[in-house]
């Protein structure tokens, strides 16, 4: 049980910085579950990565794969509720004022002043990932090839080039 | 914006919240966004284009999950609380169920090699994904110049310095948002 309340507490604390949302938060979960507190080791985060991928859903679902490794049922419920529960509170709260608030110069600021940490922490989290994995001139080469088809043809569903990736997984090429 | 305000479109009731935010829940792969504005604006016209921009403002202005903040806004301005948690239920539970019944299926097959080398074939084509995601987000920054140093500063501290990011979110944030706040005062 203490595990259930320790993961709630980890990532309750994170969603407090999730800017850019979960997948902006993967280097420092990576950080938490894995280097802190060794709940998982580094194939196990890559695969709970892979899988969420692989599903639908909101990106924010990876931490549900990672509460349930940890700490089973109980756990998934505990990661994905601290993880969505206090911004949503905050945010049924604020609604109301945001109206007053849009177009200031602070709020201005700060918007503009997130967009690069965002962009920053969301590679940051991609590098990791192709480290945690140990990836080797395969997967390397299957990572930019995914960049480049991703970029050159954008209205490309994304599913196809998971799919393309698990293929060569399972040929052997990663 | 009060519930009064708006009853000139469509105004769904709990049923029509869970199920949309469902079917927003359960379409998207690698962010459902974009599905979250095309049921809401275009096929449901539960708000227009500007109204929704206009809410999608402070869900990217405030951390976490995005698309589950927009459901709580949406569902709040249509059926107060209750709205707020069934739109916020319906988006995510379709998706947790699946999730869970694919981390049994991985608890089970997990070990076998043909799996592992798919997941890492996986894991490979979504990490190529994701530096195509920051990519378009750096492009989409308008000034560079000033701002790119922060993305620069931002990977330096978190994927090769390893440090805590709470620290290195209110640092960047600080010099950034400073910049920013400098740069909108001068125009």
């Known amino acids: ?174 | 914006m009060s519930v009064q305000q708006v009853d000139t479109r469509n105004r769904p009731d709990l049923r029509a919240l869970f199920l949309g935010f469902s079917s927003v829940g359960l379409s998207g792969f690698g962010g459902v966004l974009p599905f979250a504005r095309r049921m809401l604006v275009d096929e449901r016209q539960w708000m227009t284009a500007e109204e929704f921009n206009a809410q999608l403002g402070l869900c990217q202005f405030l951390p976490g999950p995005n698309v589950v903040n927009l459901a709580v806004v949406v569902g709040k301005r249509y059926q107060g609380v209750a709205g707020a948690i069934v739109s916020g239920v319906g988006l995510l539970a379709g998706p947790f169920v699946i999730v869970l019944l694919l981390a049994m299926l991985y608890d089970h097959f997990g070990s076998l090699a043909s799996v592992q080398s798919m997941l890492r074939g996986i894991a490979a084509a979504g990490c190529g994904l994701l530096f195509g995601m920051a990519w378009r987000m750096g492009a989409a920054i308008k000034d560079k110049p000033a701002f790119l140093p922060f993305t620069v500063l931002t990977i330096a501290g978190i994927a090769w310095l390893r440090w805590p990011m709470p620290f290195v979110m209110l640092g960047g944030l600080a010099l950034s948002g400073g910049v920013a706040y400098w740069k909108l005062g001068r125009q």
């Open chain 1, 1 to 174: 049980m203490s595990l259930v309340i320790e993961l709630f507490l980890e990532f309750g604390l994170l969603s407090f910085i999730a800017f850019g949302g979960a997948t902006a938060l993967l280097p420092e979960m990576h950080r938490v579950v894995v280097d802190n507190h060794h709940w998982l080791n580094d194939t196990t985060f890559t695969h709970l990565y892979a899988i969420a991928q692989a599903a639908p859903g909101p990106n924010v679902l990876v931490v549900t794969l990672i509460g349930w490794e940890v700490a089973g049922f109980l756990g998934a419920l505990a990661a994905t509720l601290a993880m969505c529960l206090p911004m949503s509170v905050l945010i049924y709260l604020l609604i109301d004022r945001w109206e007053s608030f849009s177009g200031k110069r602070w709020q201005k600021a700060v918007s503009l002043g997130v967009a690069p940490l965002a962009v920053g922490l969301i590679f940051s989290g991609a590098s990791l990932i192709g480290r945690a994995a140990g990836f080797g001139v395969g997967g390397w080469a299957t990572i930019a090839l995914v960049l480049a088809i991703s970029q050159r043809w954008r209205g490309l569903h994304p599913l196809w080039l998971i799919a393309a990736g698990a293929a060569a997984g399972l040929a052997g090429l990663i």
